[in-house]
Structures are given as structure tokens and as C-alpha cells.
């Protein structure tokens, strides 16, 4: 994906210019890697979430331990983790999956924690009502739980989400071929890395600036009370 | 019994580690303060200034900007050792979130407080070291401690600008044994080990900033 552009590093700006058809190559294989992990960490948060509401000791304290431990080593590790120690147990992903996962998987240990705050934040009484009318846990979960924690916890869903887009230049370690890696790439071959860095930087702020502003009107716009399923 | 002897070599990693992540938190910290302050205090100037600053740093990924300190400040002719521009990253990044939360803190103080500091007669810079900051200070530590442990995880991205830290000597090691599963597994469980550590730190330094000096009436509020 290098090949077929012209670089033209006469002036800085000319320079951007003519990158930045590959830079934004890359911003794509950003926002999809984005995009899987916080599915992966979507899911995952969640079950780490009701594990951790089990009624058996050894299951939440295990969640408990596991969850804790994820949050508390750095990303890069648990990506060469995943990504050296998997093919050793004949498990071969291709390196954005691989990268996909790290993410999810350290952020599944910041979303349970919001998942575990939006349930947690549903008045004990509702949940008596709830078994006092004989609903079953998943009637409790659908029909009263979660239209009620949905706006709760989607700003906060959101930061992590903004918060993720900007952790993706580390998958640029496992050779996923982010913006980052990229620039870095053109920087190599150019002897100037000023102007590339540059231009990924600009990028990241323009794109975590939409986010903000993004998020900012979805909460105004979500209904305060809740968001019914049915 | 291979593992034991990682353990060295390790180690050492480990202390360049708590070293550079001491340093960044010590340097964020000042600059958290400095740009919070100057959001809520400061004229429009400094607080414009502030406010770029903060947003920048937010804004832009980490490695993005280790990077740029590292490959391309030095096309313009500033140039600082890798764990120079390590802790001066890691210090800027962490300090920009730090500012937002020194700034929230200080808004948070009630408004009463400032109407009874000014009927006391008592000056900006007065409310804001003997009133303000000694209360919002205490509201800060949980988040505080937070961005520590996060401080210490990011720290690992310095390994990527040959600084030998932690993660760096896991990759040496890991390309001369191959015994992937063993390095990082320890390196895993030196990382948690050093951030209950920090956790532990900032909990004690929480404790003391309640009971301490500065803040003689917590303990019945």
C-alpha cells in the first residue's frame, strides 16, 4: 500500500498532501481494529460483568482476580503475550485479529466495571418488585435492567471507545498496519518523520475532537428515564 | 526451572521501570496542577494555553507522541536522551489527564466556600492554597490513583524507544529463549505486582493528606 503514490517532500505541505492518501489507508485498519475490539470488550465486559454477580463465591472472586489483573498490566505486554505465546499452543490468528483481541480484552476489564455500576445502580426495590411479580431473572434483565442502564452507561461506553481509537498505534508493535506504522514507514524511507507524525497526530485529534462532540450531543439526546426494548 | 533464571535481568528492567513511572507521576503531577489551576484560576490567556495543552495531549495517542519526541523533534534540532524524552512524554500525557482532574476537583468546591473566604477578606491566590486546594486535594486521590496505575501501563511503550524497562527485557529474552509463554507470563505478573504496589502508595498517601496538617477538620466532616 506504499507504492503507487508520489511523494513530493519539496515543501512540509506538500509533503502532508501527497501522503496522505496512505496515511488515510491507514486510519481505515484504525477505526476497524477500534471497532472489533470494542465489540470483543462489549461482549467480554459483559459476562465478566454478570460472572461477577454470580451467586457462588469462587466464580465472582475468580472474575474479581482475573478482571483486576487485566486492568492492571499494560496493553503491549498482553499483545506480545497473545501474540508469542498463542501460535506455541497451535493457535495462529492473523496479527489484527491478534491485536483485536489484546484491545478487547483490556477493555472488557474497564467496561464490566461500568456494566457492574449501571447494575449496581438500579434502586434494590425494583429488583424486589420484579420477584414479587414472579418475573424470571432474564424477564428482570430485558424488561427492566437494561432499558433502564442503557444511557447510563453509554457516555461512558463512548470515552472508552475514544479512549481505544488512541491505544491502536500500539498494535503497530505486532505489524498491523495502522497510521502510526505507517508514517513510520514513509518516515524511514524519507529521513523526515516530522511531517508524518505530524499529520497522525492531526488526525488523532480531529478524530477524538468529533468523538467528544459526538458524545456530547447523544447525551442530550438520550431519553433520562430509559429506552424501552419493546 | 528455566524461568528462575530470568529473574536477574528482570529485576532490573523492573526498577528502570518504577524509576521512569516515579518520575513521570512526580512531573505529571506538577503539570497537572499547573495547567488545572490555570483552567480555573488563570486569565484568558493561561487558560487558553492550558487548554490546548490539555487537549492536545488527550487528544493524540501516546505512542504518536513518543514518536514525534523521539524521531522528529530531533530533525528540528532538539534532542534529549531516550529516558529524557521517555519521563517527558509519559510526564506531558499523564498531566494533561491529571489537569482535567484537578480542574473538576476545584469546581467542585462549593460556592459558599469562595463568598466565606471573601468576607473574610482573604486574596485570590489565599482562597485558592488555603481553602480551595486543601479540599478539592483529598477529592483528587482516588482519581489520582487511577492515573498512577495507568502512568505505570503506559510506561511500557518506552521499551519501544530502546529504553531497557520491563517490557524491553521480556522482548530480549524472549528472542534468545523463545520461551514466550514463560517471559511474559513473568512480566505479567511483575507489572501487577509493582501497580498493587502503587495502589497501595497512593491509598497511604490518601490517608495521610485526610488525617495531615492541611486538613485539620475531615475527620469530623
Request: glycine share 8%.
Amino acid at each position: 500500500m506504499m507504492y503507487g503514490f508520489e511523494w513530493d517532500t519539496a515543501t512540509p505541505l506538500t509533503y502532508a498532501w501527497s501522503i496522505l492518501p496512505i496515511i488515510l489507508i491507514g486510519l481505515t485498519v484504525t477505526l476497524q481494529a477500534a471497532a472489533a475490539g470494542f465489540a470483543i470488550a462489549l461482549g467480554l465486559g459483559l459476562v465478566f460483568a454478570m460472572l461477577r454477580r454470580s451467586r457462588i463465591r469462587t466464580v465472582s472472586w475468580t472474575t474479581a482476580v482475573v478482571v483486576e489483573f487485566l486492568r492492571d498490566t499494560p496493553l503491549l505486554v498482553q499483545l506480545f503475550f497473545l501474540y508469542y505465546v498463542l501460535p506455541d499452543y497451535g493457535v495462529t490468528l492473523p496479527a489484527f485479529l491478534t491485536g483485536a483481541i489484546a484491545l478487547g480484552l483490556q477493555y472488557s476489564a474497564y467496561t464490566s466495571e461500568v456494566y457492574r455500576g449501571g447494575i449496581d445502580a438500579v434502586p434494590r426495590g425494583q429488583w424486589e418488585a420484579a420477584t414479587a411479580l414472579n418475573l424470571s431473572r432474564m424477564q428482570t434483565y430485558r424488561d427492566i435492567v437494561v432499558p433502564q442502564i442503557v444511557p447510563r452507561i453509554l457516555p461512558a461506553m463512548g470515552n472508552y471507545l475514544v479512549a481505544m481509537i488512541k491505544e491502536t498505534p500500539v498494535l503497530s508493535v505486532v505489524t498491523v498496519l495502522e497510521m502510526m506504522a505507517l508514517a513510520n514507514m514513509i518516515g524511514e524511507r524519507t529521513f523526515e518523520y516530522l511531517v508524518p507524525l505530524t499529520l497522525v497526530g492531526v488526525i488523532f485529534l480531529i478524530l477524538t475532537l468529533i468523538c467528544s462532540a459526538g458524545l456530547h450531543r447523544l447525551q442530550k439526546v438520550l431519553p433520562k428515564a430509559g429506552i424501552p426494548l419493546r | 526451572m528455566e524461568w528462575v533464571s530470568y529473574l536477574p535481568s528482570l529485576a532490573r528492567g523492573a526498577l528502570v521501570t518504577a524509576s521512569i513511572t516515579l518520575a513521570a507521576i512526580a512531573v505529571g503531577a506538577v503539570l497537572a496542577f499547573a495547567a488545572g489551576i490555570a483552567r480555573v484560576e488563570g486569565g484568558r490567556v493561561l487558560s487558553t494555553v492550558a487548554l490546548c495543552y490539555t487537549e492536545i495531549f488527550r487528544g493524540t495517542s501516546l505512542l504518536v507522541q513518543l514518536f514525534w519526541f523521539y524521531y522528529a523533534l530531533p530533525l528540528v534540532g532538539v534532542s534529549f536522551e531516550p529516558v529524557e524524552t521517555g519521563i517527558l512524554v509519559l510526564a506531558l500525557h499523564v498531566g494533561a489527564y491529571g489537569s482535567e482532574i484537578v480542574r473538576g476537583a476545584l469546581s467542585s468546591v462549593s460556592v459558599q466556600q469562595h463568598e466565606a473566604a471573601r468576607a473574610l477578606n482573604f486574596g485570590r491566590m489565599q482562597t485558592l492554597f488555603r481553602i480551595s486546594l486543601p479540599q478539592a486535594i483529598v477529592e483528587m486521590m482516588p482519581a489520582f490513583g487511577n492515573l498512577a496505575i495507568e502512568t505505570l501501563k503506559l510506561s511500557s511503550l518506552v521499551s519501544l524507544i530502546s529504553i531497557a524497562d520491563l517490557t524491553f527485557r521480556a522482548q530480549s529474552i524472549r528472542n534468545l529463549t523463545l520461551d514466550s509463554a514463560g517471559v511474559y507470563s513473568l512480566t505479567l505478573v511483575g507489572y501487577f505486582a509493582m501497580s498493587l504496589v502503587l495502589m497501595a502508595l497512593m491509598r497511604l498517601i490518601e490517608r495521610a493528606l485526610r488525617r495531615g496538617p492541611a486538613f485539620p477538620r475531615a475527620a469530623h466532616s
